[in-house]
């Protein structure tokens, strides 16, 4: 069984322009999560798909956006970026649709830049 | 909102030595609580919960509601057990998802 991918490991960017960053879930895991973690914060909570839907979401703006796909992979897109977005971002993976009472697996993060 | 407060960004023990670290939260409701814990060069990954009501690693953490507490300890820590700890809640569905701690950088000295 493999465990969660993330991709890229880094990326720079600069203020204004969209990222894409991607996640593999674990086989068989439906529900989907991102975390955004700055320097020396716990992660943060974005949002949460589960079957390919929003079923849940922190205090982030329409900026952040998301999709699953049925392969088990997901993305999340920031639109119009900004210096404070600069940060680790994180996925999860799990199953159910009350996911944070189940083991969230994590992957190893992207590291995002914006200058 | 949720809130999950871990006072201590470093704590720093002998090995052998009683661990504890605190972890306060603030709700309203019946949360579920958890630490999740990370090692070197290792992603994050779960420790225990309190739903599970077991011990891991002979870490246990106990919650508290009247002090709404959940301290994770153990009676006698080893080098190995050098991580960075989060506490972390939830208010149940997947509408709120983890709400996390600051962490604590847990350093064992040999």
């Known amino acids: 069984e493999t465990g969660v991918t993330q991709s890229p490991t880094h990326l720079i960017k600069t203020r204004g322009q969209q990222v894409t960053l991607r996640c593999s879930s674990q086989?068989?895991?439906?529900?989907v999560s991102w975390y955004q973690q700055a320097l020396g914060q716990g992660p943060q909570f974005i949002f949460q798909?589960?079957?390919?839907?929003?079923?849940g979401r922190g205090n982030f703006p329409p900026r952040f956006s998301g999709l699953q796909f049925p392969n088990y992979s997901s993305e999340l897109n920031v639109n119009a970026l900004e210096l404070d977005d600069s940060a680790l971002y994180l996925c999860?993976?799990?199953?159910?649709?009350?996911?944070?009472?189940?083991?969230?697996?994590f992957g190893p993060g992207t590291r995002l830049t914006v200058l | 909102a949720q809130r999950v407060t871990q006072p201590e960004k470093l704590l720093s023990v002998f090995k052998g030595a009683p661990v504890e670290l605190k972890c306060n939260y603030s709700?309203?409701?019946?949360?579920?609580l958890f630490w999740y814990v990370q090692y070197s060069r290792q992603r994050l990954q779960l420790l225990l919960r309190?739903?599970s009501r077991e011990s891991i690693k002979g870490f246990t953490a106990d919650l508290n509601k009247g002090e709404t507490s959940f301290h994770l300890k153990k009676p006698f820590a080893q080098e190995e057990d050098s991580a960075m700890y989060y506490c972390a809640s939830t208010s149940g569905g997947g509408a709120d998802g983890l709400t996390f701690g600051k962490g604590t950088h847990l350093i064992i000295q040999p």
């Open positions: 709700y309203s409701g019946s949360p579920e």
């Open positions: 309190h739903i």
């Open positions: 999860a993976s799990s199953t159910g649709q009350e996911a944070p009472y189940n083991e969230q697996f």
């Open positions: 798909y589960y079957r390919e839907e929003e079923n």
């Open positions: 086989s068989g895991h439906n529900t």
